[in-house]
């Protein structure tokens, strides 16, 4: 397995895909990786030598923000809007959707499991 940025990638898949395991590298940016260090982005990654390897890993450096930067990063980002206490770092705060998403119904994904909370019984009072 190949160590690229501080992963190991797979040595079985394709280059551009086996890119993708990298954070911060999607699809469209490991091709673009793939061209600028002139190699194959459709062979497979144990057919590559240390040489290109070495190649991907210097594009890596100089032009993206990957893994342990870039998570970080986006901390940094969420960190900044709470202590701002703009709407987007409240929400980020009280752990509910931020991007404009109904809550209602359907938020359970950052809402977590449901909490029932007990209706009121129909008690009859006694006069």
């Known amino acids: 397995m190949p ?18 395991y990298i954070h911060g590298v999607g699809r469209r940016s490991a ?15 144990k057919d590559l030598t240390e040489d290109e390897v070495g190649r991907i890993a ?3 450096d100089r032009s993206y923000v990957v893994e342990g930067s870039l998570r970080r990063q986006v901390l940094q980002n969420i ?14 705060r009280r752990g509910l959707p931020v991007r404009g998403q109904r809550t209602r119904t359907n938020a359970r994904t950052r809402k977590g499991p449901r909490k029932t909370v007990a209706g009121k019984k129909g008690v009859k009072e006694l006069h």
């Open 79 to 92: 960190a900044r809007l709470k202590d701002i206490g703009c709407y987007r770092g409240v929400r980020h």
């Open 58 to 60: 210097a594009v890596i």
């Open 31 to 45: 091709l673009d990786i793939c061209k600028e260090a002139q190699i194959n982005a459709f062979g497979r990654m």
């Open 3 to 20: 160590r690229i940025a501080g992963v190991d990638v797979p040595a079985e898949k394709i280059t551009w895909c086996a890119l993708t």
